[in-house]
């Protein structure tokens, strides 16, 4: 089984940046190692959960949503297990709980039905 924990979330002024992290824990990293894909998603009230960006298990290849490329940058530090979100020129329609989660197949989809694992989420609010 696959802990995952986010931190980074905060109050961000319009036009600002962030830096999210997706911490990444195994009871038997035996089994698992790094071979997952590791998406970031994120909910706003009242709206349907959305896939932000993914990134698949070396780190070669990123997918972004059309409403953030350009803006976010996915990461990920193997040897550390932790996987990054970078986000510039934030605007207010990004304010949003973000989760990160793990798709054990690898498949690189940022489609939620996809992922295995699930962090608690961390708060984004962009306001002046």
């Known amino acids: 089984q696959l802990r995952l924990v986010e931190s980074g979330g905060g109050l961000v002024q319009p036009g600002g940046s962030l830096k999210l992290s997706c911490a990444v824990a195994?009871?038997?990293?035996?089994?698992?190692?790094?071979?997952?894909?590791i998406g970031w998603f994120r909910q706003a009230p009242g709206k349907e959960r959305e896939g932000v960006a993914c990134i698949d298990d070396s780190g070669d290849t990123a997918k972004y949503a059309d409403s953030v490329k350009g803006r976010f940058t996915v990461s990920r530090d193997n040897a550390k297990n932790t996987v990054y979100l970078h986000m510039e020129s934030l605007k207010p329609e990004d304010t949003a709980i973000y989760y990160c989660?793990?798709?054990?197949?690898?498949?690189?989809?940022?489609?939620?039905?996809?992922?295995?694992?699930w962090g608690q989420g961390t708060q984004v609010t962009v306001s002046s």
């Open positions: 989660a793990a798709d054990l197949d690898d498949k690189n989809i940022p489609i939620s039905q996809f992922y295995d694992y």
């Open positions: 195994s009871e038997y990293p035996e089994d698992y190692g790094e071979y997952y894909t």
